[in-house]
Structures are given as C-alpha cells and as structure tokens.
C-alpha cells in the first residue's frame, strides 16, 4: 500500500493500519490512515490505488478524517471470522478455511463459546508475548459459532486481541466440536488453572478473516482510558 501510495501520490509516507493479521489470513474490512499533501479528490482515491495495487488488494473507500484521528487507537472494537469447512474437496472455499472432513459437535461448541464472552484473563489463549504486554486481560463483546451448509463460522468481537488469540480461541473450541476438550475445560483456561492444563490448538491462518474495524458515530482516542498493553493486538 506504501508503495501505491508513492506512485500515485509522489509521496513516501508511513501508513498506520488498525490490526495487523498473520501470515496467510484474510482481511475484508482492514482500516488505515496516513497524511497526504497531494490534493487527490477523495472519490478518486480507491480507483487510483487500485490500479497499482496488487489484484488480491483493493481500496473500497476513502474519507478525510480529523488529524486526532488514529485507525488503530481509535477503534471500538474488531470483528474476526473463522471459518471451518466440512469437507475437503472445494479449491475455492478451501482457501479461506480450516478443513475438517470429519463431523463436529455443533451445539457443544455453542455452549463453550458463551463461556469466551465478557472479561477475561486469556493468556491461555495467545503465543509468545510481546516485551512490553504484561496485561492479557481483553475484552470479548460476542462469541458465536454458527453452521451454514457446509461451513462453520466462529465469529468474535473484542476490543483488543493478544498475539494468536484469535486462532487460538477458534482453535479450543475446534477442540470442544471434535469431542477433545470439555465445555468446562475451557472455562478453566480463563483462570490460574491454566498452568496446569494443556492449551488449546493453534488453527491455520488461512481460515482467519478480519471482518470488520469498528469506530462508533464519533471516534476517540481509547488510550485515555487504558494502558498501552490493554489495546495491545495482533492477529
């Protein structure tokens, strides 16, 4: 995108994105921002970019913001998807899901999802943390697992996301469907009986969405009501 925006623009600037994912995940409602000097009308920002971006990359909107305004710092909350398919014979779907063509216990996995909701402890729940993360105490707004067809989705939304969280939380309750962890079992992970237990799986990047960065009707600054380390993420 840096360098689309240099093309475009004659500008090098540095670009500031929402939520970072990993390696081989998706994202449909990333978010960024960045200064730009060059008067370019904002209605023909997406179609300028996209013509030098890479096809699997494309700008949809574009909007002039405040100048107190931060795409990440800013953000109310993050939407995630991901999404399991019940079979393995799908090239297209395939790329964008875990597959697993054995069947998966549904209604079980609906039940150990309330359980994710709220604020929790979910150091259980991420990979190796960052130097400066001493606080892994987030925020889940939702936790649904839904089957359409051949597909189930684990959607989440939260405020803020530890290092693999994302995954990894899809990945316990991925675990609960197969009949290898218990609903209680994952209640457990959000307390100290976690170092007692083995932690949940992390699933494939290639099943992660980022659905969507959500600001609210007028967006502010969150770090006025937390630390650094509460608005922590990656995914």
Known sequence: MTEAVRQ??????????????DSGAHARGQVCHFDLEAAIPLDVMPRAFNRV???DIRVVEAKRVSPEFHSRFCARDRAYRYTILLRGDDPFKGRYAHECTKPLN???????AKLLVGKH???????E????????????RSVEVNQVQDTIRIDIVGTAFLRGMMRRMSGALFE???????????GELLTDKRTE????????AKG??????????HPIDNRENKTASDLAYSE
């Open 176 to 186: 609960v469907g197969r009949g290898r962890r218990t609903i209680e079992n994952v």
């Open 208 to 217: 992660l969405t980022l659905m969507a960065i959500r600001y609210g009707r």
């Open 121 to 127: 402890d979910y150091r259980a729940f991420t990979e």
């Open 53 to 55: 971006l890479p096809p």
């Open 8 to 21: 475009v623009s004659g500008e090098d600037i540095e670009i500031t994105g929402a939520s970072r994912t």
């Open 129 to 140: 943390l960052q130097p400066h993360i001493d606080n892994t105490c987030r925020t889940m």
């Open 106 to 112: 549904v209604a079980e996995m609906k039940k150990a």
């Open 197 to 204: 237990m083995h932690w949940p799986e992390v699933l494939p």
